[in-house]
Structure formats: structure tokens, C-alpha cells
């Protein structure tokens, strides 16, 4: 009797078996972890700074972050002439100038501050400055500004992405990958 049910048991899987001998692993398993896969990374959220022109709204560029959470504005003072950078921080949407550091001190230039200063062998530094810019515009120089947009080891010239004398307001945004790799392929 025992001999009996164990060979009904083999005899059950053997049968269940023979379709799967020799053809290896489906196919479809690999396949949908793929798709799967790629679905999760394209609607995985990504954080990113829009350049928009400040008076249409037209989308001008937009850069990923890839987890900085600061950016440089860096442009030659027009009555100085010598460079001013402003550094900002993003905390979610929000953007927050962070410190600025300018080479002479003259007309149009900080004399006093209620922020913490330093003289350094890069020039003046004003910080711990943390006051929100809404909205953050700077007007793209025409002549001799030379405007650059600075995101780690990125430089950007605004004249990349405007035009001389247009209104560009920068913007922290978080959207899908997707989104992002959609907005700045098709509608660009």
C-alpha cells in the first residue's frame, strides 16, 4: 500500500514536469522584473532647477540637481567690475540665498550687514545669510555681465539658454523622471 501512493506521488510529478524539461525558464518572469523595473525608475521623483522667462513663463532649461541641494549665480558687478557670486540653497521648493562673496567693495555693494562677514583671499563674504527669494529673477546681461549659472561642477553661461536682457526666474521643482526626460526632450 505504501509502495502504491509513493508511486501515484512520482508518477503525479512526473507528469506535471514533462512540459518543463529541456525548455529552461520562462521568459515572461525576466521580462515583466524589466518592465517592472523600468517603470519604477521613470516614475521615481527627481528634483530639478527650471529656468522659466519671467514674463511669458516659457520654460528655458532645466537642469537635474542629482541630490546638490545648492547652486551658484555668478556675474561681474556692472559699476565694480569684478565678479559677485550668490549662492543659494534649495530646501524642498523653496529657494534660500545662502552667502554671497564679492571682490570689492563699492557702489551698489554691501557696507553693513546683519549677517555673519568675513574677509577671505576670495574677497568679502557675507553668510548664514538664509533669507527666501521668491522669486528668484536675474536679468541676463547684455554687455559685459557674463551671467554663469553654477551647479557643481557645471558652469553655465546664461547666454546658453536666454537671450541678452531677458527676465530669467529659477525655480526648485520636483517631478516623475519621466516628466523631466518628456518636458526637456519634446518641448524644448
Same mark, same amino acid.
Given at each position: 500500500?505504501?509502495?502504491?501512493?509513493?508511486?501515484?506521488?512520482?508518477?503525479?510529478?512526473?507528469?506535471?514536469?514533462?512540459?518543463?524539461?529541456?525548455?529552461?525558464?520562462?521568459?515572461?518572469?525576466?521580462?515583466?522584473?524589466?518592465?517592472?523595473?523600468?517603470?519604477?525608475?521613470?516614475?521615481?521623483?527627481?528634483?530639478?532647477?527650471?529656468?522659466?522667462?519671467?514674463?511669458?513663463?516659457?520654460?528655458?532649461?532645466?537642469?537635474?540637481?542629482?541630490?546638490?541641494?545648492?547652486?551658484?549665480?555668478?556675474?561681474?558687478?556692472?559699476?565694480?567690475?569684478?565678479?559677485?557670486?550668490?549662492?543659494?540653497?534649495?530646501?524642498?521648493?523653496?529657494?534660500?540665498?545662502?552667502?554671497?562673496?564679492?571682490?570689492?567693495?563699492?557702489?551698489?555693494?554691501?557696507?553693513?550687514?546683519?549677517?555673519?562677514?568675513?574677509?577671505?583671499?576670495?574677497?568679502?563674504?557675507?553668510?548664514?545669510?538664509?533669507?527666501?527669494?521668491? #522669486?528668484?529673477?536675474?536679468?541676463?546681461?547684455?554687455?559685459?555681465?557674463?551671467?554663469?549659472?553654477?551647479?557643481?561642477?557645471?558652469?553655465?553661461?546664461?547666454?546658453?539658454?536666454?537671450?541678452?536682457?531677458?527676465?530669467?526666474?529659477?525655480?526648485?521643482?520636483?517631478? #516623475?523622471?519621466?516628466?523631466?526626460?518628456i518636458k526637456e526632450?519634446?518641448?524644448?
Open positions: 500500500m505504501c509502495i502504491r501512493v509513493q508511486s501515484a506521488i512520482t508518477m503525479k510529478w512526473e507528469s506535471s514536469n514533462k512540459n518543463r524539461q529541456g525548455k529552461g525558464r520562462p521568459a515572461f518572469p525576466a521580462f515583466a522584473y524589466a518592465l517592472l523595473f523600468t517603470i519604477l525608475l521613470f516614475s521615481f521623483p527627481v528634483r530639478y532647477l527650471a529656468a522659466t522667462d519671467a514674463a511669458s513663463a516659457r520654460s528655458l532649461k532645466s537642469w537635474l540637481l542629482f541630490g546638490q541641494r545648492s547652486f551658484t549665480i555668478s556675474y561681474i558687478h556692472s559699476v565694480e567690475l569684478t565678479e559677485v557670486r550668490e549662492v543659494y540653497r534649495i530646501e524642498q521648493d523653496d529657494i534660500y540665498l545662502s552667502e554671497t562673496v564679492f571682490f570689492s567693495y563699492g557702489a551698489g555693494l554691501p557696507s553693513t550687514t546683519p549677517y555673519s562677514f568675513e574677509m577671505t583671499e576670495e574677497g568679502f563674504r557675507i553668510y548664514d545669510i538664509d533669507e527666501k527669494v521668491d #522669486p528668484l529673477i536675474y536679468r541676463t546681461g547684455a554687455v559685459r555681465a557674463d551671467h554663469r549659472l553654477i551647479i557643481g561642477a557645471r558652469d553655465i553661461p546664461f547666454l546658453d539658454f536666454s537671450q541678452p536682457a531677458e527676465a530669467v526666474m529659477f525655480q526648485s521643482r520636483k517631478s #516623475p523622471f519621466i516628466i523631466f526626460l526632450f519634446f518641448y524644448e
